[in-house]
């Protein structure tokens, strides 16, 4: 029991730490994009402003739905499924996979509740393009772990990663690869976290107002972030395996950093796609059918290796 | 593709420039040669008396109608009598100073005007041959 409260201990204070951090890297790295200087303070105070900002969001009276505490709840169970680190986890099961997407995938549909729920109009807004919009990235994401789970044959973190032991799985499926980081980065765009995209009104997933509604948003926003780029590290660039001396938890976190970044100059650099039908175009004119090809591609080969026994 | 590309190598070369915005209060703003500041009289540093024999044409030039000149006669001579310049209708546009025909007008560098009531915005003769410590440059650069 101890053990367990330990790790849960571990899970929330790693993931609050690197809340933190991404939050205010987020800030710093988009106004320095733009040539700004970001959080208007100066080098002293300027790593107080996160916990300001969270503390704005409180003061302000704002009523919350079922929604937001659905979301609230779930993006922190989340983490109790899928491994941040090799013994990091508090559900220990064969069938991991399924359960953090199915974890996910509720998320996501709360969220899209929750940011179609209006307090103005009290009806549900826009609920059929935002629901689109998700799903379209979804199908994509199922089709790139469908194929690394038929390559793996197993749907368990730890098997994934320990089979990754000498090549990663970019060098078997680089296709793949390329389609869950754009999905990631289309993913990102919706959340808006660097809250400078106000084209994308219609179909958006971040919360109208001000108040814990929207700090949820926000918080499960980045969450969900975090989410895809740790399954994006144990399925195609080795989890938490040690390269030569390094540590494996190092390796992890310096993963997890490098992508982001990348991630976040590259949202700033695709200023193109904004709007509810380019993503909608986008999704299922060229990463659909990527995806699709990289799973025919997959399952061909697997047939002639096990069924043939031709490779 | 090829534009994502170029963007992403531009916005990462970004962060390592220096940042254009500057926190004004805390910081003073470069001010660049040839901006236009608060209008000042310009003195005769052989007699050390005031250039302007008070034409009006300064006056006539302004599209604000701030300005307000008055003239005396004496000694076969005009001379400046009054000026007066409000800088609360001021808008900077530098009229004044081309329709001088004896360049007796000149802006200087001073931009920090905010005052608490508009009566001390309106500027006389003698605070406007004052401004002169404003028209060196480099007094307002960091």
């Given at each position: 029991?101890?053990?367990?409260?330990?790790?849960?201990?571990?899970?929330?204070?790693?993931?609050?730490?690197?809340?933190?951090?991404?939050?205010?890297?987020?800030?710093?790295?988009?106004?320095r994009?733009?040539?700004?200087?970001?959080?208007?303070?100066?080098?002293?105070?300027?790593?107080?402003?996160?916990?300001?900002n969270?503390?704005?969001?409180?003061?302000?009276e704002?009523?919350?739905?079922?929604?937001?505490?659905?979301?609230?709840?779930?993006?922190?169970?989340?983490?109790?499924?899928?491994?941040?680190?090799?013994?990091?986890?508090?559900?220990?099961?064969?069938?991991?996979?399924f359960?953090a997407?199915?974890?996910?995938?509720?998320?996501?549909?709360f969220k899209?509740?929750s940011?179609?729920?209006?307090?103005?109009?009290?009806?549900?807004?826009?609920f059929?393009?935002?629901t689109a919009?998700?799903?379209?990235?979804i199908?994509?994401?199922?089709f790139?772990?469908?194929?690394?789970v038929?390559?793996?044959k197993?749907?368990?973190?730890?098997?994934i990663?320990n089979?990754?032991?000498?090549?990663?799985?970019v060098?078997?499926?680089?296709?793949?690869?390329?389609?869950?980081?754009?999905?990631?980065?289309?993913?990102?765009?919706?959340?808006?976290?660097?809250?400078?995209?106000?084209?994308?009104?219609?179909?958006?997933?971040s919360?109208?107002?001000?108040?814990?509604?929207?700090?949820?948003?926000?918080?499960s926003?980045?969450?969900?972030?975090?989410?895809?780029?740790v399954?994006?590290?144990i399925?195609?660039?080795?989890?938490?395996?040690?390269?030569?001396?390094?540590n494996?938890?190092?390796?992890?976190?310096?993963?997890?950093?490098?992508i982001?970044?990348?991630?976040?100059?590259?949202?700033k650099?695709v200023?193109?796609?904004?709007?509810?039908?380019?993503?909608?175009n986008?999704?299922?004119?060229?990463?659909?059918p990527?995806s699709v090809?990289?799973?025919?591609?997959?399952?061909?080969?697997?047939?002639?290796?096990?069924?043939?026994?031709?490779? | 593709?090829?534009?994502?590309f170029?963007?992403?190598?531009?916005?990462?070369?970004?962060l390592?420039?220096?940042?254009?915005?500057v926190?004004?209060?805390?910081?003073k703003?470069?001010?660049?040669e040839?901006?236009?500041?608060?209008?000042?009289?310009?003195l005769?540093?052989?007699?050390?008396?005031?250039?302007?024999?008070?034409?009006?044409?300064c006056?006539?030039?302004?599209?604000?109608?701030?300005?307000?000149?008055r003239?005396?006669?004496?000694?076969?001579?005009?001379?400046l009598d009054?000026?007066?310049?409000n800088?609360g209708?001021c808008?900077?546009?530098?009229?004044c100073?081309?329709?001088?025909?004896?360049?007796?007008?000149?802006?200087?560098?001073?931009y920090?005007?905010s005052?608490?009531?508009?009566?001390?915005?309106?500027?006389?003769?003698?605070?406007l041959?004052?401004?002169?410590?404003?028209?060196i440059?480099?007094?307002?650069?960091?």
């Amino acid at each position: 029991m101890l053990i367990y409260l330990r790790k849960i201990g571990y899970i929330i204070l790693i993931l609050g730490i690197n809340l933190y951090i991404v939050s205010f890297l987020n800030n710093k790295i988009v106004s320095r994009i733009e040539l700004r200087r970001g959080y208007k303070g100066y080098k002293k105070e300027s790593p107080g402003f996160p916990f300001s900002n969270s503390l704005k969001y409180i003061a302000k009276e704002n009523p919350f739905s079922i929604w937001d505490i659905l979301i609230f709840v779930f993006s922190i169970v989340l983490w109790s499924i899928i491994p941040v680190s090799f013994n990091l986890f508090i559900v220990d099961s064969s069938y991991n996979m399924f359960i953090a997407l199915i974890l996910f995938i509720l998320l996501l549909i709360f969220k899209v509740f929750s940011v179609s729920y209006s307090k103005y109009n009290f009806i549900i807004s826009d609920f059929l393009k935002r629901t689109a919009q998700t799903v379209s990235l979804i199908i994509p994401l199922l089709f790139c772990v469908l194929s690394i789970v038929i390559l793996n044959k197993s749907l368990d973190f730890k098997v994934i990663v320990n089979s990754q032991y000498q090549y990663w799985n970019v060098v078997y499926q680089p296709i793949g690869f390329i389609t869950f980081f754009i999905c990631i980065l289309l993913q990102m765009k919706l959340m808006n976290l660097s809250e400078h995209n106000q084209f994308l009104i219609t179909g958006n997933t971040s919360k109208e107002g001000e108040g814990i509604s929207r700090m949820v948003s926000r918080f499960s926003g980045y969450l969900i972030i975090f989410f895809l780029i740790v399954m994006l590290n144990i399925l195609y660039l080795g989890g938490w395996q040690k390269l030569y001396m390094i540590n494996g938890s190092i390796m992890t976190g310096l993963k997890f950093y490098t992508i982001l970044i990348i991630l976040i100059i590259l949202e700033k650099s695709v200023s193109g796609i904004s709007g509810f039908n380019k993503i909608i175009n986008l999704n299922y004119k060229l990463i659909l059918p990527l995806s699709v090809i990289n799973l025919i591609i997959t399952i061909v080969f697997f047939i002639l290796k096990n069924v043939y026994f031709i490779i | 593709m090829l534009r994502i590309f170029k963007n992403f190598f531009i916005n990462f070369a970004n962060l390592f420039r220096k940042p254009r915005t500057v926190l004004y209060p805390r910081e003073k703003i470069i001010i660049y040669e040839g901006s236009r500041g608060q209008p000042r009289l310009k003195l005769n540093f052989d007699t050390l008396e005031i250039i302007c024999n008070g034409c009006g044409d300064c006056e006539k030039a302004c599209p604000q109608d701030c300005i307000s000149v008055r003239k005396e006669f004496r000694e076969d001579k005009y001379y400046l009598d009054e000026f007066y310049l409000n800088l609360g209708l001021c808008s900077f546009c530098g009229n004044c100073v081309e329709a001088c025909k004896f360049r007796a007008i000149e802006q200087s560098y001073r931009y920090q005007m905010s005052e608490y009531d508009m009566e001390s915005l309106k500027m006389e003769k003698l605070d406007l041959i004052k401004q002169a410590e404003y028209a060196i440059r480099d007094f307002w650069v960091k």
